[in-house]
């Protein structure tokens, strides 16, 4: 089978391809330049002109959609807000036009989206795929871009909707700037240190969308979280444990964090635990079930 993946330069994107070569499937990248060095093909795009080269529909069976830009590289100024939108949904919209217009045997087209879905408002309550939206960026951008996925669903074409907590990988990503003040010896809770962070393991991140493809039966959407939230507390002392490291009480002010990250703070200083049930009740075993032996594996380099 050919597997099409968008953004798949990326943390996730090299990841999966990797995983995807090694079970025997035939990869492609979806790029906006050919770059050099990549193992993989590459078809190029260009959503502003509302380009793509249309070998890449023709050969696909499976649509990875990884492409977007990094919420969390810069403040969130209103151009900014607009382009991390339109990375999403142009991108979807332009894919969407193209199989429309070559009719192609699409199997399905499998989404990354996010637990930012559920909003970051404290809620006395552990969401699930059932829950609504929230009303803050994140969340409208999660259910902005979600909605642009299902026009696969509502043609008939089976669609998949990853939404992906923190993902701990030691290539990049959010999770490798929380290491970086523990391994200096300076981890500490940020503002309150209760906020509820939902993770995964990249190597079971990727397993999620290899089931994607493999299970006819997953639709919609999906929570990519381990059942082990923590709280930003937990995690970080949990961090400093692992690399015997200390581990300070005296927390981060959220003032600070506010005045350097603006609105974008609210990624570091809110959050809320969100269920791995359905993933779990499809018949998913994760690799990496706790932080512990996830940690572990990532800074220690110990095998599951």
Known sequence: MNVLITGGSGLIGTHFANMLRGRGYDVALLSRTKSKGTEFPI???????NEIELEAIEWCDYII???GVNIGDKRWSKKRKLLIINSRVKSIQLLFEKIMKLKPNIKAFITSSAIGYYGTMPADKIFNETDPAGNDFLA??????EDAADQFKDAGIRTVKIRTG???SMVGGAFKKMLLPVKLGLGSPLGSGKQAISWIHVEDLCSIYLKAIEDIKMEGAYNAVTPDYKTNQELTKTLARVLHKPFWFPRVPSFLLKLIFGEMSAIILKGNP????????????FMFPDLESALKNLLLNTKP
């Open 43 to 49: 078809y190029t795009w260009d959503t502003d002109k």
């Open 65 to 67: 959609h990884l492409a």
């Open 140 to 145: 409208e951008t999660c259910r902005l871009w």
């Open 166 to 168: 923190i993902v701990l």
């Open 274 to 285: 969100v269920s791995a049930n359905k993933i779990t009740t499809a018949g998913f075993k």
